[in-house]
């Protein structure tokens, strides 16, 4: 059976502190692109595929933890961007470890090839898997990997 089936087409993209800067943000790491355009690009992608892909961003910390159990009381699948989170953030680890249906870490540029600081996540050792480093790609392909994984 697929993670994700016809009763649960349904998908969270949460994205975590300053990615609603995007496009203003540091463009020499993560481009022009702004955050309305990432949306629409999450948003084409899912219907591609079928999927009703709801996009969220928040710079606070216990926001995102309550849109993680959220999905874990729905068993809906998401595509994580946990920004700076990824490094620190053992709350959103363990409600992320609370899961129910698959999570997939992603992010826009490869953190193991940035500062030092950013080569540890404290949540990749509970989601699915981890896309990084392909910038909007990341997002596309954690939305077409969560159509084939399995349960």
């Known amino acids: ?21 995007l496009g203003s943000r540091e463009p020499e ?7 309305a355009e990432l949306v629409g690009v999450c948003e084409k992608t899912g219907a591609e595929l079928g ?7 928040t710079d606070d910390e216990a926001e995102l933890v309550g849109w993680l159990h959220e999905a874990a009381d729905g068993r809906i699948p998401v595509v994580l961007n946990p920004a700076a989170f990824t490094h620190y953030s053992y709350s959103l680890r363990d409600a992320i470890a609370q899961r129910t249906a698959p999570l997939i870490e992603i992010h826009l540029t490869n953190p193991a090839t940035r500062e030092e ?16 480093g392909f910038g909007l790609d990341s997002y596309r392909l954690a939305l077409r990997a969560l159509t084939s994984l399995e349960s």
């Open 29 to 35: 790491k993560y481009g022009t692109t702004t955050f």
């Open 117 to 132: 600081f950013r080569h540890t996540s404290v949540v990749a050792g509970v989601a699915t898997g981890t896309i990084a």
């Open 51 to 57: 999927l009703d892909v709801e996009i969220r961003q």
């Open 1 to 21: 059976m697929s993670a994700v089936t016809d009763v649960s087409r349904r998908v969270l993209v949460l994205n975590g502190p300053n990615l609603g800067r």
